[in-house]
């Protein structure tokens, strides 16, 4: 997957990304520029409403920017539908498929790509070990824990080696003590997998316990460091 | 919570002693009925005669109606939820300005009487209407046309409610893992909808499999369902058999088809999210040719038939005129009716109010009693559902089998009466579905709270209870009374020759050659269009306030 480059062009570039809602006075998100390098973890902390997630939808393309580009190794994807950006998403409340198994939700984005059906299974098992739920493979998620849930989310969205993830306060649904270790967890399983990732959160410890590098986000703007 | 007090009466006592009249009044005029409809289908001179009922069933012109009945319910459900399932999509997902209204017209048909949307679309295909030349007169087709008008809303409603509140980032998770639009609707959005989609199914073949109105006035002497079958045994072979074998065959197909819609509405309630959610989302520019598309077709296959039928109302030989609108206050030549159009309307009226009032009090009697949820209160409840699976047509035959001679000392025997009790089976149903919820949704601490202040159990009944519930059964008394009026399976077999309501007389002028005659049916197909139309905006009405003030 990595091409030699140089530093400028791989990874995410954000710039002056700007989402209006329609009928909102202010932009949501306010002429946003950004880079991420291959294998960085960056996280946008804020507070509720500041436009992170805002941020991180029209990065992955389920809005479209009212003005902005989005490019990764130096290609133009602002204009590219989600399907087709390789970028996976970890969404704040899971978004399981109900209709399907903890196995199958994890097989979804293999099928989407037409992996073949043993390799398939045999990326399942190997996500469902790196998120330690190898036990519920063939359960029914509704069955499952709120960290469990996330777990299987995780190893969904990283299951068809999205060249960046982005994760859209993956544990504010969890109570402190799960939230931590899972932090800690989450980290490890980023730098295991060399994934480039783009962390939300309100959470000043959790952005600290993830990233390696954090932004702080208010009003639709990000500021500057200092 | 209360305070001690010596208790006089046993309230068990007073449950049932309230419970008793509708219980009676079911028993007698319902379950009576329907155990003579058997008796009569399967006996002979006192003895069970399987082999007489085998025989009758099996003439081809019995499994022929049978056939029909399933092939006209498949086709019409068929063609609902595929016009349906999309103006769903175009009306509840979408938001755009106008939505509110475009769903309340393309509601409109499910409210209208049978006899109005026959009417419509005989307007369409009649001798001189816009569609004669398709020849589609009396067929298959143009009945399947007006079940589709009348169950596309049943279907847009239940599939649309389950579509706006379907959470619209599982769509963006199958997105973002690689899905096209299209795969991750086929493998998302449409097994989220299945369950809405079946229970909308069933339903729409349950109606469809019961439209006797719409058969009996569009399929003419040409295409037969078991229901116009049964009607034609009664009045023109006088084989009281026959038509009560069909009818059991009739509630054998509604009682699987409920036991279907049954199914699929508990897994619709099951896989229902906990918490609601609003999936619905504002219409940008590349949805306009999906709201477009399905405004269109809902135009087509609800506007075109009732604008036929207003204009062929005021189309004479001479011209556009008020002629037949005027015609319908004088009796009609030939002895085709008794008494001008105008006073049928007017019968209908008092029928239908005194229906009305049987209905509303019972189901507000009933809403009461299962309030507490109890095994006897699920009992009463199941036991008043039975008028919905049983068609109208069923209750109407019932009712002429049974109570055609002394009742307890009255004579019944082709009474006035019998209308309006017929009427009001068909609508009690409708009426406890709308106020058992609303009685159910109460907040029992509230009667605690009332009752530990010292109310009694009626006062906390007429402080509590009634000032929640009179939004509710104002709704209620609308749609009773909008079904008595537009009533026309049970009516067309109790309501007496020298006696029509509007929808019998409708029928008749239709069944009869003559522009005149058609034409008087037509204008007075839109009086009762637009009886019931107010009755029922006024019920909507009356919901509104409810809703607004929630």
């Not at chain 2, 509710?472 to 109790?494: K, R």
Request: net charge positive; glycine share 8%; with cysteine.
């Amino acid at each position: 997957m990595s091409t030699p480059a140089d530093a400028g062009t791989t990874g995410l570039r954000v710039t002056d990304l700007t989402v209006v809602y329609p009928g909102a006075r202010e932009p949501a998100v306010d002429s946003v520029s950004l880079a991420v390098k291959r294998g960085e973890t960056v996280a946008l902390l804020g507070p509720s409403g500041c436009g992170k997630s805002t941020l991180l939808a029209a990065i992955v393309g389920i809005i479209a920017p009212d003005a902005g580009t989005v490019e990764f190794d130096g290609e133009d994807v602002t204009h590219v539908p989600i399907h087709r950006r390789g970028f996976g998403l970890v969404f704040q409340d899971g978004q399981l498929f109900p209709h399907r198994t903890v196995a199958g939700n994890v097989a979804f984005g293999l099928e989407m790509a037409k992996m073949p059906v043993a390799e398939r299974d045999k990326r399942v098992s190997e996500l469902l070990e790196l998120v330690g739920i190898s036990q519920y493979r063939d359960q029914p998620v509704a069955k499952l824990s709120g960290g469990e849930r996330q777990r299987v989310a995780l190893a969904r969205s990283l299951a068809p080696r999205p060249r960046l993830l982005l994760l859209d306060e993956p544990l504010s649904s969890l109570d402190a003590e799960l939230r931590s270790r899972l932090a800690g967890e989450m980290r490890d399983i980023l730098a295991r997998t060399g994934t480039t990732a783009i962390l939300v959160t309100h959470d000043q410890a959790e952005a600290n316990a993830i990233a390696s590098q954090v932004h702080r986000m208010e009003a639709g703007r990000i500021l500057p460091r200092g | 919570m209360t305070a001690p007090k010596a208790r006089r009466v046993s309230p068990h006592l007073v449950w049932w002693g309230l419970a008793a009249l509708p219980l009676a009044y079911l028993a007698l005029f319902f379950v009576w009925p329907l155990a003579t409809v058997m008796w009569r289908g399967l006996t002979d001179d006192g003895a069970f005669r399987l082999d007489l009922a085998a025989e009758a069933l099996t003439t081809s012109h019995t499994l022929k109606a049978i056939g029909t009945t399933l092939l006209l319910a498949a086709a019409g459900t068929l063609g609902s939820v595929v016009l349906g399932a999309p103006a769903a999509y175009a009306l509840f997902r979408l938001r755009w300005r106008g939505v509110g209204f475009a769903r309340a017209a393309a509601s409109v048909p499910f409210v209208l009487p049978t006899v109005v949307v026959a009417a419509a679309f005989s307007a369409l295909v009649r001798r001189g209407g816009p569609l004669a030349w398709t020849g589609l007169d009396q067929s298959m087709w143009i009945i399947v046309a007006a079940l589709v008008f009348y169950n596309t809303s049943v279907v847009m409603r239940i599939v649309g409610g389950a579509w706006a509140g379907l959470d619209p980032g599982r769509v963006s998770a199958a997105r973002t893992l690689g899905a096209s639009r299209l795969a991750a609707f086929r493998h998302v959005t449409l097994p989220a909808l299945g369950p809405a989609l079946a229970s909308a199914a069933s339903l729409a073949f349950l109606f469809c499999a019961s439209s006797f109105g719409i058969v009996l006035v569009l399929g003419g002497s040409r295409v037969a369902t078991i229901e116009t079958e049964i009607y034609l045994q009664v009045n023109q072979f006088l084989d009281l058999r026959t038509a009560a074998l069909l009818s059991l065959v009739q509630l054998v197909i509604v009682g699987i088809t409920l036991w279907a819609t049954d199914r699929a509405r508990r897994a619709r309630e099951r896989s229902a999210p906990a918490r609601r959610i609003d999936g619905t989302r504002l219409a940008t520019r590349r949805d306009a040719p999906a709201v477009i598309a399905a405004l269109a077709a809902l135009l087509v296959i609800n506007g075109v038939p009732m604008i036929a039928l207003v204009e062929r109302s005021l189309r004479s030989s001479s011209g556009y005129s008020f002629k037949y609108y005027r015609a319908l206050a004088e009796t009609p030549a030939r002895g085709l009716l008794p008494e001008p159009v105008l006073v049928a309307a007017w019968h209908s009226l008092t029928v239908a109010a005194v229906a009305t009032v049987i209905a509303s009090v019972l189901g507000l009697l009933i809403a009461h009693l299962v309030t507490h949820r109890s095994g006897r209160a699920t009992l009463l409840d199941a036991v008043m559902v039975f008028p919905v699976g049983v068609s109208a047509v069923m209750i109407g035959l019932g009712l002429l089998l049974t109570l055609n001679r002394n009742v307890v000392g009255f004579d019944l025997r082709a009474s006035w009466w019998l209308v309006p009790i017929g009427q009001s089976l068909v609508a009690l149903p409708f009426v406890t579905r709308t106020l058992v919820p609303a009685a159910r949704a109460i907040d029992d601490r509230l009667r605690s709270a009332a009752a530990a202040l010292g109310a009694s159990p009626v006062k906390v009944w007429a402080l509590i209870d009634w000032p929640l519930l009179a939004r509710p059964f104002g709704v209620a008394v609308g749609f009773a009374a909008a079904i008595a009026l537009g009533e026309f399976g049970a009516t067309a077999f109790l309501a007496r020759p020298d006696a029509p309501t509007l929808p019998t007389a409708i029928v008749r002028l239709l069944g009869r050659p003559g522009a005149d005659n058609v034409g008087m049916a037509f204008a007075a197909a839109v009086l009762l269009a637009a009886v019931t139309g107010a009755i029922m905006f006024a019920a909507e009405h009356f919901r509104r306030i409810g809703e607004a003030e929630l």
